[in-house]
């Protein structure tokens, strides 16, 4: 191969190749280490091909089945819904692990507090008693708000306890174990009570839940490169709560981001009391501009979600409270047409209009869909019979309605949807 380069110099084209090097580093092309992590492999593993061949024929079918030898990333639009609850207890360290290691590129951390205030990850407040080991803690057990009052089948009473994070302090909870949630409400022992785990989840990882606090999850989250979406649980105590206030606790939750030095834009802080959303927007602009409005509506009197005039405020004025994101349930989002089409629901048509971020929860938390999909698909019942209509329903989301990203409870299926659809992932 001739070169037009003299033989005499070429002892310089090392260093000039170094040079290259590095303003190639400097020019905004190479990786850096917040970008490789973006980019860090997922183990999707076989439940996504699971669903697929349960699939009718269709375009769907085949575009996902051509996707199956593919390498899968870490993805925006999947989020680890209580980490992954499918099949390790929930906002446990080892659910979150699972929800990073297939994919999710934001994790969730539901956020209450201890009687001493400390930030813990529960999805509620008092739910130890199903999702914990503590009624199998004697001294523990006798500080819970309702200890637990064994079944009683002759007279129709079912079993009952209600412990809560406000019962103990933080030094406390960390004793316990996480375990699936769920009761056994026909149980006339403890021992039975702890067994009522649904039978579409497994206890095969649920023995040793190491439960986390709110800051421990943000430096999990932090190591893995992974965003972070809090949601502000309701207290189940009187607020004040020993002078904590609500707003107190609101800002609390992101000020252990700002002293572990997360940015704002890393984090979706949520609620479903639009007063906590509010207030972040008013006090903490820069985590306000990604806070995440729960709506929890559907509770309302008279709620219809292809009725405009049945839900206030609309949507528009949600927007110019300056509210960005919005994440309804799954249902809410989609309806029926006359063909027993899946398609958008009018609420869907007044988000997108209105220019919110829509983001939507939860998948695969229903169970198999064979009968249905209960709660979570109720406006679309009559199209769900097989577990694979979540790829179905998923498509929908993603394509007509557009959403940024979907809860799942097992978050491989839908990164392995965002990166067979080459869907972006990364929010703004």
């Given at each position: 191969m001739q070169t037009d380069f003299p033989k005499k110099y070429w002892f310089l084209l090392p260093l000039i190749a170094f040079f290259l090097q590095v303003a190639y580093s400097y020019s905004g092309v190479a990786d850096t280490a917040a970008n490789l992590k973006s980019k860090a492999v997922a183990q999707v593993g076989i439940r996504p091909l699971f669903l697929i061949n349960e699939m009718q024929e269709s375009e769907l079918k085949t575009k996902l089945e051509q996707c199956k030898d593919n390498v899968f990333y870490r993805s925006d639009f999947s989020i680890g819904h209580r980490g992954a609850a499918m099949l390790f207890p929930e906002h446990t360290k080892e659910s979150y692990q699972a929800a990073i290691d297939s994919g999710a590129g934001i994790?969730?951390?539901?956020?209450?507090?201890?009687?001493?205030k400390a930030l813990v990850c529960r999805h509620s407040q008092c739910d130890l008693a199903t999702t914990t080991n503590i009624l199998a803690m004697p001294a523990l057990a006798e500080q819970c708000s309702l200890p637990f009052s064994p079944a009683d089948p002759v007279n129709g009473i079912a079993a009952t306890a209600k412990c809560c994070t406000s019962d103990i302090t933080l030094a406390q909870f960390k004793t316990l174990k996480g375990k699936m949630d769920g009761a056994n409400l026909q149980a006339t022992t403890v021992e039975e009570y702890l067994t009522g785990t649904p039978d579409w989840r497994t206890d095969l990882y649920s023995g040793t839940g190491t439960l986390m606090t709110h800051a421990e999850s943000?430096?999990?989250?932090?190591?893995?490169g992974v965003k972070m979406t809090p949601e502000l649980k309701a207290a189940s105590v009187q607020m004040p709560f020993n002078g904590f206030s609500q707003d107190d606790y609101a800002q609390k939750m992101l000020n252990e981001y700002l002293s572990a030095g997360v940015p704002a834009a890393q984090?979706?802080?949520?609620?479903?009391?639009?007063?906590?959303?509010?207030?972040w927007i008013a006090n903490n602009s820069a985590f306000g501009k990604h806070a995440v409005f729960l709506d929890g509506r559907d509770s309302d009197a008279g709620f219809n979600p292809q009725d405009s005039k049945t839900w206030t405020p609309s949507m528009a004025q949600l927007k110019s409270q300056g509210i960005e994101y919005i994440a309804p349930p799954l249902w809410m989002l989609v309806t029926l047409n006359s063909a027993g089409e899946i398609i958008p629901s009018e609420y869907a048509n007044a988000?997108?209009?209105?220019?919110?971020?829509?983001?939507?929860?939860?998948?695969?938390?229903?169970?198999?869909?064979?009968?249905?999909?209960?709660?979570?698909?109720?406006?679309?019942?009559?199209?769900?019979?097989?577990?694979?209509?979540?790829l179905t329903l998923l498509d929908v989301l993603a394509k007509d309605i557009a959403v940024v990203g979907v809860f799942s409870d097992w978050p491989a299926t839908v990164t392995y949807y965002a990166n067979c659809m080459g869907i972006n992932n990364n929010h703004k």
């Open positions: 994790v969730e951390c539901d956020v209450t507090f201890t009687s001493d943000i430096t999990m989250f932090k190591n893995a984090v979706y802080p949520q609620s479903f009391n639009l007063e906590d959303v509010n207030y988000a997108k209009a209105a220019e919110l971020n829509i983001i939507a929860w939860s998948l695969e938390r229903s169970g198999l869909l064979a009968n249905g999909g209960g709660w979570y698909y109720q406006s679309i019942t009559d199209a769900i019979n097989n577990d694979a209509d979540v």
